[in-house]
């Protein structure tokens, strides 16, 4: 496996250091306060590969983009493209994460959207949309002859009993309709 490969590193703190960091896992940066951690991760991997993806790009696209300054280094090799979170986080909700405050939630949503497969969490098996149409089929053919309910909530102004909340089920007469209230508390 390839390493990224820094050497001669001299950004602000750090003293001609050289460092080999895997590619493809999960590498941690600590040491005491001053130590250069930021130095290393920021200005040194992040400002490099941040530079040489927008070098890769048309000029037309680079000028659009802030050009990045290039470290004090004296050679990297293998840098892949980098992307950067910062340290504090400005979003002070307990369900700010990663991909909430880089934004790359919203793709990953249409990307699952688009080519995820749904499966039902109890048997397993593919969930499949259908139309309410192939729905009441589907369940007029698997469930002939028994008796079921289907809740549905009424809105306020069609409930049959002030204060509590009414759920019925009706198949345009093709099943019979059956009232069945609930209490707001459940």
């Known amino acids: 496996m390839k390493d990224i490969h820094l050497w001669g590193v001299k950004q602000n703190n750090l003293k ?10 999960m ?13 290393l991760a920021f200005e040194t991997l992040f400002a490099e590969g941040q530079r040489r993806f927008i070098e890769s790009m048309s000029n037309y696209a680079r000028q659009f983009l802030n050009k990045a300054p290039k470290p004090d ?16 986080n400005t979003v002070k909700s307990s369900r700010s994460t990663v991909g909430t405050t880089t934004e790359i939630i919203d793709y990953l949503r249409l990307l699952y959207e688009k080519i995820g497969k749904s499966y039902c969490p109890t048997h397993h098996c593919p969930t499949e949309k259908e139309s309410v149409t192939e729905a009441t089929d589907k ?33 345009a007469g093709r099943l019979p309709s059956y009232l069945h209230p609930k209490s707001d508390r459940g």
């Open 73 to 88: 280094i004296e050679g990297i090799n293998n840098i892949p493209p980098a992307i950067s979170i910062e340290q504090k």
């Open 27 to 39: 590498t941690v940066i600590c040491g005491p306060s001053g130590s250069g951690k930021s130095s």
């Open 139 to 171: 369940v007029l053919k698997n469930f002939a002859g028994k008796r079921g309910y289907l809740l549905v909530e009424i809105n306020s102004e069609g409930r049959v009993a002030e204060g509590k909340k009414a759920s019925f089920t009706s198949f």
């Open 16 to 25: 001609n250091i050289e460092v080999k960091i895997p590619v493809g896992s």
